[in-house]
């Protein structure tokens, strides 16, 4: 679980000298009764209150009037709270508080007393843990001197509170002695200082205090005097020295809090101012620019226009050494060198650099220092020249788009920009989240506790190799209920947790219990160990906001893909310079306040180019390195224990809480059960996770929480709702950073306290982009303790960004460098030292910050606002910020996306190709196969372990050819479904398949020969003969032609008329063949006509011979065989030759017509010479069975045929020539010669194998019969 209360930084042991004036005590005053001294006293100060309840009214001594605070002040803390000035100081040792029953609403009170108004001490606290709080509270304690008592009451809600008396009792009497009224401490020559003054000192240098009392009189308290005891301490001595003069020396850089003390009896008053030592050899020299009109200072755009004279630099050197320097402009041009400058300690200079800016963008100027004897150290300062057409209107002066179409980057003087956010989210921003295939299935259970199997899920997927890209496998938890009633976690990488669905259809993760738990843990062991020995000085004076490269004492200790912590360091001098070891007490308290100690920001990065002493980081820093604040460093780490690859998503996750409890806050009821599971997912030590399509409900913590050792993770498409917890500190923080590199985009969330928050002190960048916030009980913020480099990217919630003061036991300054940009809803905005916070195109209401109020006056500087109502372009600083690092397709790849849908991981056919080539997205393809291929078998494989796949509605293994498919000519389809594991969802892939249609080889006329009588008609036919042997008549495209119209004329769609006795030639033309018919009209004596060849088309091997069978056809229909006087001819006798018999004889592969003539009538037989006939098949294309597919009782046999098809379109039966074999001899046998025989139950494979090819026949075995 995380931690949500803050830490403690650490116990300082303070050496103190102490310098004592001897005291004899408060001269006595005489006794007296008790008097009430608040009765009708001035009420200076309350936390409020309201015309009907004033707080004068609880020292009126009116027992039917009473104080009532606001509401707001109520709801604010559950704390009010008002003073009563006795006018003088008073010994008191009793108060009463009269509650007017409303003591039921009190958990508890205390008791203050002072005698300034400002420095409190506690003199009484009680709480409910002492018994129950009466109507009417008497608190008795020892005697006190104040002027000023306070009552400090703690609320259990925000309801109607009254106080009707506050009566604080003493013992009255005459002849007291002065009271001291103040202290204050001076310098030596009596000038005050006021409280909390800071004396800047460097190393050795010395300054003198002496402490004061002033009486209630005026008059300055004689502190030699016995009744007073007087010290003054020094928190660090070894920082600054105090003497018993009080005489300070300077030793060390640090910073030391003077506290002045004067007791005076009863009477305590301290005073404090600080001492901030600074040591100049180490900072080496101030450097400074001066400028009439550029704006010099921290987070404002440092802007000139051309023309204008450049920046002079100002050198305060603290060491010997050398000055070097150079102007670049945005060209990387040398527009100046500094001539080299010799620097002595103390003497200022002025260095102007010559002439006027002359073109635009950014300037730096680069400087080097050179102490003598040592390393040299590096600043640069910046500025932007812009003129009137630079920057485009409706855009913001620090980001616009250049004429390259990227944004341009205004910096601040010394560099400090708005940060390049776009390295955050999954595998460092604009990567698509991963489609990882499912390992595991789990169906829900009616009832029971399903933890222990969800846990086992994930530690069998958690065994399992990953794949290249880090992947392990899915755990899908198929739609249903799932009672969870302890922890789950996943500890190694690749592992995936998916539902199907975030409705209440869907997959419903249901944590049960009343413990206040994590639902979901998911990190390694451990988070990166930090090398102590790999490590390197940062040797710039100051590397800027928004750098990637800064230089480095040892570079050689890296190279290229290290991964690196980028320390910046913060020492007390920064603390104090923040204010924040001054915060101010919670109001009605005292010490209830951690101040800040020192502390590093490890920024975690990963190196990306060495270039001499320069190192360049892979994202930019989200706070500057200034070496005056403590430097910074670089160090090496190792994270092998830290998992990555792992995600959540598509659920919906609800807990078991009581739904009876309701608490109101401001007129909104709420629920306020705490004892239930809080948070879904907490990621301990991860890298490259997300978190997508989840609904959360009734959680009390966060629905995704991302600590310290997790980087580059994406939370995105969710939504929480009805979060069910009290309002209290550490409730209700949906999501919640304390990692760095981190994307939430497009999650919503309702009823949370602060909707999008970011821990103390997280290094960033991450980003909230496009969310809303409805309900809100409190703001969206970085929640404390200087957490930089966030950005609100078109977010609708009311944001905060500030310094938060005493809240959570001492937050103050919460964030630095955030943008909050095209944001609406509410928006504070502050500034703090040293950096900046920026609201850019912001279109809300501007709210007021948290301080300053009533109880901590000291002025807060405001953050840098920009196009105030009217948002700028481009919409998504993130998004622009991506494209132009990424290209646009990164920005499609962080879209909504498909996944978690069944796919297949391979798709092949036994004949033909893919087109495209497959892809598991890729739904549709085409295919085609030749002619003589009439069936097809498809193999399929699902990317998901247990999918169902079916070809054509047949159910197949994965990874199994399927049963044959017919083909007809032309197209087919093929449907290949693959359903889930759950088989809830499925897709379809088609294959389209085209089978060739034979080609037209030759044409004929039927008949040959046509006999008819004058006046006579009748039609011819033409007939097509194609590859595969098959003929059909033909119909459209054909010409006729009559070779004698006088004998027999001839139609257009092949009518033949005959007109007069005689002979005529009939040709048909069609697809560029040709082919005829002789028709004899009756009338003349019986003639030749024409011949008829026994084949007029065939095929021949080398070596094989065919004798040629010649029949005359008359003119009376009748034929006759002829041997003599037949001419025979070959066109290519190379290819075949014919002897004067007809004998044809095939010699090599090729074609050849033999030409045959016979009383002047000729006809052709085509001959194809397959090639010599060496005993072999010229080549086999496939096999194929009588049956592929069959079943068999035990006992009953099976004869199998085999056909082999061949490049020469012949089939041949093969079954003698194959060999044959058995996958389950045990079930079926087979012998050489294809027997089958079924031996028992079961399947079995029968392969044959002959010329190279395989072909299976698949046998079921039952049991026989009776």
Known sequence: MPVRKPFLIGLIIVLVFTLLLPTHGLVSRAAASEVNYALNKPVPSKSSDTSAGRATAAVDGNASTYWQ???????????????????????????????????????????????????????????????????????????????????????????????????????????????????????????????????????????????????????????????????????????????????????????????????????????????????????????QITHPSMTIQTGQPALVKPGDPYPSLQVTPFVEGILNGELIDSSQNKLYQLPETRLVPGEALELPVPG????????????SVTPTGKTTAYDTFYFFSADASTIPAGQSQLAFIGKDGKLVYVPDYKGNKLLDYSNAGYMG?????????????????????????????????SMLAPSPEGFRGAVLLSKGTYRVGSKLYIRAGGVVLRGEGQGTDGTILYATGTEQRDILEIGGTSGPAISSTIKTGITDLYVPVGARSFRVADPGLFKAGDTVMVRRKGNDRWIHELLM???????????????????????????TQVDGNVITVDAPLANSIELRW????????????????????????????????????????????????????????????????????????????????????????????????????????????????????????????????????????NVFLDGTATTQFATSEPHHRWSVGGLFDNIDANIAIQDRGWLGSGHGWAGANWVAWNTKGGLALQNPPTA?????????????????????????????????????????????????????????????????????????????????????????????????????????????????????????????????????????????????????????????????????????????????????????ELQGTYEDGSTKPLTDGISFQSSKPSVAQVSANGVVSAVSPGVATVTAQYAGQSADAKVIVYGKPVQLIGLDLDSERYSLKAGETHQTVVQAVYSDRSQRQVTEGVAYRSSNPDIAKVDKNGLVTAIKAGKTDIVVTYGGEQEKAKVTVLGKDDGKPVKVTHLELDDRAYSLKVGQTHATVVYAYYTDHSKKKVTDAVTYRSSNPAVVQVDANGGVKALKSGKADIIVEYGGKQVKAKITVTAGGH
Do not use: C
């Not at 996306?897 to 598991?920: E, R």
């Open 429 to 461: 921003g604009g990567v698509q989240l991963p489609d990882v295939p499912v390992r595991v299935t789990l169906t829900p259970q009616a009832e029971g506790d399903d933890t222990a199997r969800i846990q086992a899920a994930i530690d069998e997927v």
């Open 356 to 367: 006027a800016v002359a073109s635009t963008g950014e300037h730096q100027l680069r400087l």
């Open 69 to 287: 605070p606001l509401s707001s002040d109520r709801g604010d803390d559950l704390n009010v709270w008002m003073t009563v000035d006795l006018t003088v100081p008073q010994t008191v040792q009793r108060t009463v508080l009269d509650f007017t029953g409303t003591q039921g609403i009190v958990s508890g009170y205390s008791i203050l007393y002072s005698n300034n108004n400002s420095s409190w001490t506690q003199a009484y606290a009680r709480d409910r843990s002492t018994g129950a709080i009466q109507s009417k509270e008497t608190a008795i304690f020892a005697p006190v001197s104040a002027r000023y008592v306070k009552v400090s009451v703690n609320l259990t809600q925000n309801s109607l509170f009254k106080l009707a008396e506050f009566e604080v009792y003493g013992e009255g009497g005459t002849g007291s002695q002065p009271a001291l009224n103040r202290i204050y401490i001076s310098d030596a020559a009596g000038r005050e200082y006021a409280e909390d003054t800071t004396l800047k000192l460097n190393v050795n240098e010395t300054t003198s205090l002496q402490l004061h009392g002033v009486l209630v009189t005026g008059e300055e308290a004689d502190l030699s005097e016995p009744d007073f005891l007087a010290s003054l301490q020094a928190s660090k001595p070894d920082v600054a020295a105090l003497d018993s003069s009080g005489k300070v020396t300077a030793l060390k850089s640090g910073v030391s809090k003077v506290t002045g003390t004067i007791v005076q009896g009863p009477i305590t008053l301290t005073t404090t101012i600080w001492i901030d030592v600074a040591d100049p050899v180490q900072l080496i020299a101030d450097l």
């Open 581 to 607: 070891d001054q915060i101010t007490d919670r109001p009605g308290t005292t010490g209830s306040t951690q101040q800040w100690g020192p502390f590093d920001l490890n920024f975690d990065r990963v190196i």
């Open 836 to 1020: 900046q916070n920026y609201a850019i195109g912001f279109t809300g209401k501007v709210n007021k910050p948290y301080l300053p109020n009533k109880d901590d006056l000291r002025p807060r500087e405001g953050g840098y606002w920009e196009s105030l109502g009217t948002n700028v372009y481009p919409r998504s600083l993130y998004l622009q910020q991506l494209e132009d690092r990424s290209g646009s397709e990164a920005v499609g790849n962080i879209q909504p996306t498909s996944y978690g849908q069944p796919k297949l991981a391979g798709l092949s056919l036994s004949d033909g190709v893919l087109s495209p080539s497959f892809a598991p997205d890729q739904a549709h393809y085409e295919a085609s196969v030749t002619y003589n291929v009439y069936k097809l078998t498809v193999t399929s494989e699902g990317v998901d372990t247990g999918a169902q796949i079916k070809v054509n509605g047949i159910e197949v293994a994965s990874g199994q050819p399927s049963p044959d498919i017919q083909l007809g000519y032309g197209a087919n389809t093929v449907q290949i479904t693959v359903y889930s594991p759950s088989l809830n969802t499925s897709r379809m892939y088609t294959v389209n398949v085209t089978r060739e249609q034979p080609q037209l080889q030759s044409v004929a006329l039927k008949p040959k020969y046509m006999f008819i009588s004058s006046g006579e008609s009748e039609s011819l």
């Open 630 to 765: 403590g430097g910074g460093e670089l160090l090496a780490y190792n994270d092998s224990a830290r998992i990555q690859q792992v995600g959540v998503e598509n659920m919906r996750v609800d807990v078991n809480f009581d739904p009876s409890v309701i608490k109101s806050n401001g007129g909104v009821n709420y629920y306020a059960d705490d004892n239930h599971p809080e948070t879904f997912i907490a990621f301990k030590s991860v890298k490259n996770a997300w978190v997508r399509d989840i609904t959360a409900l009734h959680l009390g913590y966060a629905m995704v929480y991302t600590g310290r050792d997790t980087k580059w993770t994406t939370t995105q498409d969710s939504t929480v709702l009805e979060m069910a917890s009290t309002l209290d500190g550490g409730r209700r923080y949906p999501l919640l950073y304390e990692g760095q590199l981190g994307l939430t985009q497009r999650v919503n969330v309702d009823t949370a306290r602060h909707s999008y928050i970011v821990g103390s002190r997280v290094p960033g960048p």
